[in-house]
């Protein structure tokens, strides 16, 4: 009781212990433990049982030098045994050491953030060279250069965003003669079909049988584009309720639904028409849109023509053997079909699956080059990637090329692509797909059981 309540007044009177007074000298410091410690040992008996010290957990591997010199160089508290020389002189070596190799890592990220810097600008610098290139001399004189060598070579590098809208609208063209005053008048039946569906009678369904589109048919597409809105490019934030696009994929998702009611939207499309959005005012993204989706491979696939898509998937075999025939044995060898991968990066033209800037990249050349090269891409992700694909099995591959890694480059992927020969005996992708699509007839013509 007595020890208890002197050392409480002495605490009380020695100012040092107050929590904003003046520190204690040093020789208070170490002779108090000692104090403290003798007279609890001739109280009790014994010596107080020292707490097991905790383990050292390492948190990560990156030392920084601050933290080494108090963790390593400072010496012991008074009260504990000193280091011996020889163990003082290895932590201060392994201390320098590890100051060393902190010091090689701040070098070496610092050159990689000037390497990278000096690439963006060199990027940048070319970007620029080409937009004047594209603006001054290519695009006024669209009809004579746009088949040139010189021009096609200018495309596979990657056309500038300024100018990007501009070559799409003219590579895509507009064979269905599409006007704005065409958008508007769709824009504004679907308004009225918006409005009007919540309360639809029968006669209103009567109305629409004629036209092979009933008002269940139209409730389903408008809740199916408000779901997949939602999930359209959900980390730009930018079509989503709210955003500054949302209206008006709406408009073009819900317009395109009256311009082709016999197809209504499909899932996927809503990928489509935002990389648009992004590039082209909204009456001419719709016209893209609309005679983009109008492609034969894009209106086999919307249209779920089983029998075409098919055709397809045998063509791109065809190419995925003749180019990979190792990984194509591994996959037949798993029961791994094109449709398992290849159905959603057709859907969503791969602005789903690949990095949006990258997806922009695909677009370019797609525009140039037409549904073939979206099975070369295909084949070039496929090669990239073949070293990983071969040593897994059936499901973790298709869960691979379901969710393509991040951080795949431009670079990696079209120097994959350009490795990549559309040729199969002396036949072009064309030849090859008008071949199979000759034989699927003559089949169908022969087997009473597949025209039924």
Known sequence: MFYRKSIQSAEESEPGWKLFGKLPSRDVLQEEP???????????????????????????????????????????????????????????????????????????????????LEERCKLEESIGNAAV????????????MCNSRKVRDLWWLGIPPSVRGKVWTLAIGNELNITHELYDICLARAKDKWKSLST????????????????????????????DISRTFPNLCIFQQGGPYHDML??????????????????????????????????DAFISFANLLNKPCQMAFFRVDHGLML?????????????????????????????????????ALYSKSLPLDLAC????????????FLFRTALGILKLYEDILTKMDFIHIAQFLTKLPEDITSEELFQSIATIQMQSR???????????????????????????
């Open 361 to 372: 990249r695909v677009w370019d050349v797609f525009c140039r080059d037409g549904e073939e």
């Open 133 to 144: 290139a594209w603006n001054s001399e290519i695009l006024p004189n669209w009809e004579t």
């Open 250 to 283: 709406h408009s073009i998702l819900g317009a395109y639904t009256c311009y082709r009611p016999d197809v209504g939207y499909v899932q996927g499309m809503s990928f489509i028409a935002a990389v648009l959005i992004l590039n082209l005012e909204a009456a």
């Open 200 to 227: 639809a009678g029968p006669e209103v369904e009567h109305d629409e049988k004629d036209t092979g589109s009933t008002v269940a048919d139209r409730e389903a597409s408008l809740e199916l584009i408000k779901l």
């Open 34 to 116: 000692k104090q403290m410690q003798k007279e609890y040992e001739e109280r009790t008996g014994r010596a107080p049982k020292s707490p097991s010290p905790k383990p050292f957990v390492r948190k990560n591997l990156d030392f920084e030098p601050l933290s080494t010199t108090a963790l390593i160089l400072e010496n012991r508290p008074p009260h504990l045994p000193a280091k011996p020389a020889d163990e003082a002189e290895k932590h201060r070596q392994e201390y320098e050491e590890m100051v060393v190799q902190a010091r090689k890592r701040e070098i070496k990220e610092a050159q990689k953030r000037k390497k990278q």
């Open 426 to 452: 002396n036949k072009k992708w064309a030849q090859v797909l008008f071949a199979l699509q000759k034989d699927n007839r003559e089949t169908e013509k022969g087997s009473p059981s597949l025209r039924r």
């Open 311 to 347: 055709t397809y998937f045998a063509a791109f075999e065809v190419f995925f053997e003749e180019n990979l025939p190792r990984l194509f044995a591994h996959f037949k060898k798993n029961n791994l079909t094109p449709d398992i991968y290849l159905i959603d990066w057709i859907f």
